[in-house]
């Protein structure tokens, strides 16, 4: 209920129409049984001083703060009382507070709401190498943030390579720890292998530009590298869809739009934010569609191997077995034409509780999965169960994107229950990130270097 005591505070921008911060802020709101509002306060950019008159009757009208969004933040600034120095250095405001004495102040919780969601996501950007992909307002803030934080370099690259030079002669000299440059676009392939984060700070792949992405489509990522996309709407983008394709740890924007709030909040209102609440509003809320998936799914089909496979699947396990040689290079060696030769391939596949599954795609063998159903006491100390015993599973590069690994699992597990089989296993070098992800998403259950699934 909204009443001539009720505390109000907004939204400046253009357009605010499809912002999510009123929901997020008036969920935590009556979380806490607080007489707060939050509004839309959609302000015209053609209307000449619409951004100043607006500040103006924030006072007029006794509101108690608002947020500012795309394009008012660096314009709402001369219109303020005083910065707060985060404000001032990054040069821009998102966060418009009362300060004690009355006077109008400006904030920016952008930068500490990207390390705090950073921080969440188990990420300490002390001592890290960081690619940022944009020079605009956001890309300030994260800069800002990160080297504040401790970054030890950070290159920007942006389609205007002189608004990313301006911006790392502007914050080099306040971070002395931190080494911080500019290049263009076109030098990516050189800068991004040694970044720790890669994050996005331009708008592409925002709604509606859903399909657009600052990533270049031929230039991989690294596994395990960390991205991080600005933009929210929609969820999963383009530029996070790439990186999870080439399992790096993909972080979208949603969670630093709930900590900038947040810090806000707190900023407002004087009392600690109840951050979950805020995070469920916003997941209540429903984004545009992501875009269709970068690979489309498998498309084959998975049956038993036969005979004449026998070559296809020693060519695949040499796939495999030169991974692990990469992985390990002191320990494993370079497969050879005799490491599971395909005569090995024709033995097991003539023994009665070896199975050995095939994924097909347009006639081509594009992965195998070899295992047995040999009834086994593993140890003293482990139960003799029947079980389906997976030796090896390779798939070729492109079809793994597209799942066929999983759809050999499906076919697997589809298999033992026919058998009555309850029970799938294997044993996995625990160097193999990669290979732990695939199993614990695909359902098994990790024991040191065994895992398995009931079924
Ligand atoms: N998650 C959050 O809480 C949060 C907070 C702030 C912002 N954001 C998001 O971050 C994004 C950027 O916001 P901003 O305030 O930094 O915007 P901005 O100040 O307008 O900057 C836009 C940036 O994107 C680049 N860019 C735009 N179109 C491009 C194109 N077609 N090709 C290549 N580069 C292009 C610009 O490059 P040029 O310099 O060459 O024009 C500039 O670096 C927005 O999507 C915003 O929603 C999210």
């Given at each position: 209920m909204i009443t001539s005591k009720t505390s109000v505070v907004g939204l400046i921008g253009w357009p605010v129409s499809h912002s999510v911060s009123p929901a997020m802020h008036n969920a935590a709101f009556a979380h806490l049984g607080l007489d707060w509002a939050y509004l839309p306060l959609p302000v015209d950019l053609a209307r000449p001083d619409a951004v100043v008159q607006a500040v103006l009757g924030l006072r007029a009208l006794g509101l108690r703060g608002a947020n500012v969004t795309v394009p008012h933040k660096q314009a709402v600034m001369s219109a303020l009382d005083?910065?707060?120095?985060?404000?001032?250095?990054?040069?821009?405001?998102?966060?418009?507070?009362?300060?004690?004495?009355?006077?109008?102040?400006?904030?920016?919780?952008?930068?500490?709401?990207?390390?705090?969601?950073?921080?969440e996501h188990g990420v300490a950007p002390a001592g890290l190498s960081v690619l940022v992909l944009g020079a605009g307002g956001s890309a300030r803030a994260v800069v800002y943030g990160l080297a504040d934080a401790g970054a030890r370099t950070i290159v920007i690259a942006n389609r205007t390579v002189d608004r990313a030079a301006t911006l790392a002669a502007e914050f080099a000299p306040h971070h002395p720890g931190c080494r911080i440059s500019a290049v263009d676009m076109d030098n990516l392939p050189a800068h991004a292998p040694q970044a720790d984060l890669i994050?996005?700070?331009?708008?592409?792949?925002?709604?509606?530009?859903?399909?657009?992405?600052?990533?270049?489509?031929?230039?991989?990522?690294?596994?395990?590298?960390?991205?991080?996309?600005?933009?929210?709407?929609?969820?999963?983008?383009?530029?996070?869809?790439?990186?999870?394709?080439?399992?790096?740890?993909?972080?979208?924007?949603?969670?630093?739009?709930?900590?900038?709030?947040?810090?806000?909040?707190?900023?407002?209102?004087?009392?600690?934010?109840p951050v979950a609440v805020m995070r469920q509003a916003v997941d209540a809320v429903q984004l545009p569609a992501a875009p269709e998936p970068i690979h489309p799914p498998f498309a084959g089909r998975v049956r038993r191997a036969v005979a004449d496979n026998a070559a296809a699947i020693a060519a695949l396990n040499r796939q495999v077995q030169a991974l692990h040689a990469a992985a390990v290079p002191d320990f494993f060696k370079p497969p050879s034409a005799t490491t599971f030769p395909p005569d090995f391939w024709q033995e097991r596949l003539a023994e009665a509780d070896v199975v050995i599954l095939v994924a097909e795609h347009e006639g081509m063998v594009v992965g195998y999965l070899y295992a047995d159903t040999t009834p086994a006491i593993e140890t003293n100390s482990t139960y003799a169960r029947p079980r389906f015993y997976i030796h090896h599973i390779g798939v070729d590069a492109a079809q793994r994107e597209r799942g066929a690994g999983t759809a050999l699992i499906d076919a697997a597990k589809a298999f033992a229950r026919r058998e009555g089989i309850t029970l799938l296993a294997l044993t996995t070098w625990t160097f193999n990130e990669q290979a732990v992800r695939f199993f614990t998403r695909a359902g098994f259950e990790v024991y040191n270097y065994r895992m398995w699934m009931t079924i």
């Open positions: 005083r910065l707060t120095p985060a404000a001032q250095a990054i040069g821009a405001v998102n966060t418009i507070f009362l300060d004690q004495d009355g006077a109008l102040a400006g904030d920016n919780t952008d930068a500490p709401g990207f390390i705090a969601d950073l921080r994050v996005n700070c331009t708008a592409l792949g925002m709604t509606p530009q859903v399909e657009s992405s600052p990533w270049p489509e031929d230039l991989a990522f690294r596994p395990g590298q960390i991205v991080y996309d600005l933009v929210y709407s929609p969820r999963a983008t383009r530029f996070l869809q790439q990186a999870a394709a080439a399992d790096a740890h993909a972080i979208g924007g949603i969670g630093m739009l709930v900590w900038q709030g947040a810090l806000a909040f707190q900023r407002w209102t004087g009392e600690a934010a």
